[in-house]
């Protein structure tokens, strides 16, 4: 008795039948990692619940060879391309012209994220309504988290009227495309991309998958039609981009929108740039009317006495390539049993225990390690860069001694261990600012002084200090003249 076998051509086509039909997959809901089997956690981003099951098809490469076609547009040599169409066209909001590199290019993507309540829709707002006045081309702002009329009571407070300003709420991404049909605008804010949804495609508004494809949709739409899109994007617990990492590789911007809801300055954040430089910061004031730009925001970080107190010291901090003058104030409290408390607001706690550390160790007259230490920066700012180190110092010690330092006075530096004082970047820039401020003594690292540089503000004396002990001789010489 024979048994029967079955053939090879049943068996290929068997096998060729399950190769097209779809096989389940997972794929993770907040950042798109796809596990080979179901999980609770995912293991890429650690949210709990957010691994779906989703279907793939088979592999799309079957291994035949791919025919060329005739391309829509030839390849041209370089200099016959015009870069006219990609020159920026301002907003009419300065800083954020600041960050972008001069304005926004017809057919750029930008991605403007930031915490909830910081203020991005009224600042777009405000953005939409000064290209309407100014650009001679209609701007369309699409809300899908808000009604019309909610929008329009914004532009009532803000005096954001203008004919050529469009609203629409919509959440379906045909929708919108037909008000782009409709309108034909030359600035599109969307308002937010994730609570827009395609119905091409799987997945829940603001999944990986919908805010994938839309933004893919989106991108494509305003590089054909030559309109500057600008994207609001909602961030995660840790502040990053919500959603799958590609939404930042698809746009050409990348903007970060940052600021403490207890205090009014807000900040604009390049993150990425195809037009500019990427490490630009724009500086805001959020008030009852709106928000405004800040030319010169130094001010907000500054407080003018009548007379010298012990405990401020100004530095300059380099808010990517902006300086900005930042007055660092410190408490010393009184003598406690046990562990003192080390409190501080807008600068970095272990830095700052650090420099406690050196004070106690390389100076006499001062004993830390039983008192309370306070030590916050003015006007909302954080600085955690090195090279407030010595900031940090001179006011801990002014505090410690009740020794008023010279208001004229700025210091620059990172404090080491061993109490020497290192060299940091961009000192002429930072000291250019502290003269246009009015700053006439400048406490510099080695090598960064006018005699080591060659140059620096006429009107300003720089001392060189190795120490932090030469530190506050100077200062305590500067004070007393």
């Known amino acids: ?27 993770c809901d907040a950042c798109g990692h796809q596990p080979p089997k ?13 691994v779906v099951e989703c279907t793939v098809t088979g592999p799309t490469v079957s291994g035949r060879v791919v025919s060329s076609r005739v391309p829509a547009e030839p390849a041209r040599p370089i200099a016959t391309i015009s870069a006219a169409p990609a020159r920026a066209r301002p907003t009419g909001v300065g800083e954020l012209d600041r960050v972008l590199g001069g304005g926004l290019v017809p057919g750029a993507v930008v991605l ?13 707002l405000d953005v939409a309504q000064q290209w309407a006045a ?7 702002v699409v809300s899908g988290e808000e009604s019309v009329s909610q929008v329009r009571l914004r532009a009532e407070r803000m005096g954001t009227l203008h004919d050529q300003l469009f609203l629409a709420a919509e959440s379906d991404l045909a929708a919108v495309l037909g008000h782009l049909d409709a309108v034909k605008p030359g600035l599109l804010v969307l308002d937010s991309v994730q609570t827009i ?5 799987e997945g829940v508004p603001g999944g990986v998958t919908q805010v994938r494809a839309v933004t893919a949709a989106l991108v494509a739409v305003a590089k054909g039609r030559g309109v500057a899109t600008v994207l609001v994007g909602h961030v995660t617990k840790d502040g990053q981009v919500a959603g799958p990492r590609v939404l930042e590789h698809l746009v050409d911007v990348v903007l970060h929108f940052e600021g403490d809801k207890h205090s009014s300055l807000r900040m604009v954040r390049g993150v990425k740039n195809r037009f500019g430089a990427a490490d630009e910061v724009g500086c805001f004031e959020m008030h009852e009317g709106g928000i405004s730009s800040l030319a010169d925001p130094s001010g907000l970080f500054l407080t003018r006495y009548s007379e010298p107190v012990p405990g401020t010291c100004v530095t300059v901090a380099m808010e990517g390539r902006r300086a900005l003058l930042t007055e660092v104030q410190a408490l010393i409290g009184a003598t406690v ?15 700052l225990a650090m420099v406690l550390a050196v004070l106690q160790r390389r100076t006499e007259r001062l004993t830390l390690h039983d008192r309370e230490v306070f030590a916050a920066t003015v006007g909302g700012i954080r600085v955690v860069e090195p090279a407030a180190d010595l900031a940090v110092a001179l006011a801990v010690a002014s505090g410690g001694l009740n020794l008023a330092i010279a208001p004229h006075l700025v210091a620059i530096g990172e404090v080491g261990l061993t109490g020497e004082v290192r060299r940091v970047g961009a000192v002429p820039r930072r000291l250019a600012e502290a003269a ?10 080695p090598g960064c002084g006018p ?31």
């Open 1 to 27: 008795m024979s048994r029967s076998t079955p053939s090879r051509a049943g068996t290929g086509s068997r096998s060729r039948a399950a190769a097209r039909e779809p096989r389940p997959a997972y794929e």
């Open 38 to 50: 179901w999980v609770g956690r995912c293991p890429e981003c650690g949210e709990w619940g957010s």
């Open 112 to 124: 403007l994220a930031g915490e909830p309540g910081v203020g991005k829709s009224t600042l777009l």
């Open 134 to 140: 100014g650009a001679g081309s209609p701007s369309l």
């Open 197 to 201: 949804s395609t119905t091409g495609t």
């Open 337 to 351: 049993a046990g562990s003192p408390r080390r409190t501080v607001s807008g600068l970095d706690s272990a830095r």
């Open 436 to 445: 246009r401020l009015g700053f006439r003594l400048a406490l510099v690292p």
């Open 451 to 481: 005699t080591s540089t060659g140059a620096g503000p006429e009107q300003m004396r720089v001392i060189e200090v190795t120490d932090v002990r030469s530190a506050l001789q100077a200062a305590a010489r500067a004070s007393a003249e």
